[in-house]
Antibody, heavy 120, light 107 residues
C-alpha cells in the first residue's frame, strides 16, 4: 500500500523559504489517477489545504497562499515537494502530504506530518 | 471559499453512548463531504467519504448522512478508541476546506 513520508528542516527563519519533500513508497506517482497534496495544521487548530500537483506537473493552489507557494514533482525519485517563500510565524505548523482516493476525492493516504517552526 | 462549521466544538460522552456531530457548509456541496478522525500527534484518518461511504477498515458504528449544506456523523456505541477530534471536509469546490473540529472527550 502507498505510504508517504515528509522530510525537511524543522526550523526556518522569518522571511526565508520553507522547503519540504514528500517521498512516496508502495506506488508510483506516475501511475496517475491521484492528486498529490500538501495540507497544514497550526498546532491546536484546524486543517488548511495548501495545494496539489498531478504527475504531469499540473498544479492548483489555495488562493490564500498562491503568491508564496510552489509544488513540484520529481517522478524519477517518486517524490513531490513544497516551497513556501517569505515565511512568518503564522506559517508555523505541522505540514502533511496526502493523496486522494481518486482525483477530486477525499484523502485516504497521509504522511505522518512534519513540524515546521518559523523563528529567528 | 466554502466555510465549514462544526458543532459542537467539544462533546463529552461515555463509552457506549451514541454521539452525533454536525457539519454545515456555507453553500451547497452536494454529497462531497468527508469525515476524518485525528488523535494527538497523528495524521487525520479518513472515516467516511461522499457523505456516507465507509472507508475500508472503518468500524460500522460510524455512519454519515446529509446533503446540500447539512451533514451528520454518528458514532453508535462509542468505544475507548473513538475519543479523538473529528473534522469534516468539503471537496466540491476548490480550495478544499475543513471544519474547525469537534473534540470527543470523556465525560
Amino acid at each position: 500500500q502507498v505510504q508517504l513520508q515528509e522530510s525537511g528542516p524543522g526550523l526556518v527563519k522569518p522571511s526565508q523559504t520553507l522547503s519540504l519533500t514528500c517521498s512516496v513508497s508502495g506506488g508510483s506517482i506516475s501511475s496517475g489517477g491521484h492528486h498529490w497534496t500538501w495540507i497544514r495544521q497550526v498546532p491546536g487548530k484546524g486543517l488548511e489545504w495548501i495545494g496539489y500537483i498531478f504527475y504531469t506537473g499540473n498544479t492548483y493552489y489555495n488562493p490564500s497562499l498562491q503568491s508564496r507557494v510552489s509544488i513540484s514533482v520529481d517522478t524519477s525519485q517518486n517524490q513531490f515537494s513544497l516551497e513556501m517563500t517569505s515565511v512568518t510565524a503564522a506559517d508555523t505548523a505541522v505540514y502533511y502530504c496526502a493523496r486522494d482516493r481518486q482525483m477530486r476525492d477525499a484523502f485516504n493516504v497521509w504522511g505522518q506530518g512534519t513540524m515546521v517552526t518559523v523563528s529567528s | 471559499d466554502i466555510q465549514m462549521t462544526q458543532s459542537p466544538s467539544t462533546l463529552s460522552a461515555s463509552v457506549g453512548d451514541r454521539v452525533s456531530i454536525t457539519c454545515r457548509a456555507s453553500q451547497s456541496i452536494s454529497i462531497f463531504l468527508a469525515w476524518y478522525q485525528q488523535k494527538p500527534g497523528k495524521a487525520p484518518k479518513l472515516l467516511i467519504y461522499q457523505t456516507s461511504a465507509l472507508e475500508n477498515g472503518v468500524p460500522s458504528r460510524f455512519s454519515g448522512f446529509g446533503s446540500g449544506t447539512e451533514f451528520t456523523l454518528i458514532i453508535d456505541s462509542l468505544q475507548p478508541d473513538d475519543f479523538a477530534t473529528y473534522y469534516c471536509q468539503q471537496y466540491t469546490t476548490y480550495p478544499w476546506t475543513f471544519g474547525q473540529g469537534t473534540k470527543v472527550e470523556f465525560k
